[in-house]
Nanobody, 115 residues
């Protein structure tokens, strides 16, 4: 089972930017989908963005135009660049690795956006 470690969260003012990183303990080269999820207080975990093996991406409507996701297979790392942050982006952000035989989660990194 691959281990995932997120970093890059923090406190930022509305309109600011953060870049989250997710480092895997093993190669992500063959993992089908790498994704970022957010869990806001009192709410269910929801998909923010994902990137497939071939590079195709998917974004939540709330993230479109503001967030980008990328994967560096050589560094076993997935990034989430978040721009124009809003208070509603606040939550714990989790990295996920998924394919036919894998569904791994990191422990999360807190993002707080102040108004």
């Amino acid at each position: 089972q691959v281990q995932l470690v997120e970093s890059g969260g923090g406190l930022v003012q509305a309109g600011g930017s953060l870049r989250l990183s997710c480092v895997a303990s093993g190669s992500i080269r063959s993992i089908n989908i790498m994704g970022w999820y957010r869990q806001a207080p009192g709410k269910q975990r929801e998909l923010v963005a994902s990137i497939r093996y071939g590079g195709s991406t998917n974004f939540a409507d709330s993230a479109k135009g503001r967030f980008t996701i990328s994967r560096d297979n050589a560094k076993n790392t997935v990034y989430l660049q978040m721009n124009s942050l809003k208070p509603e982006d606040t939550g714990v952000y989790y990295c996920n690795a998924r394919d036919a035989v894998l569904d791994a989660w990191g422990q999360g990194t807190q993002v707080t956006v102040s108004s």
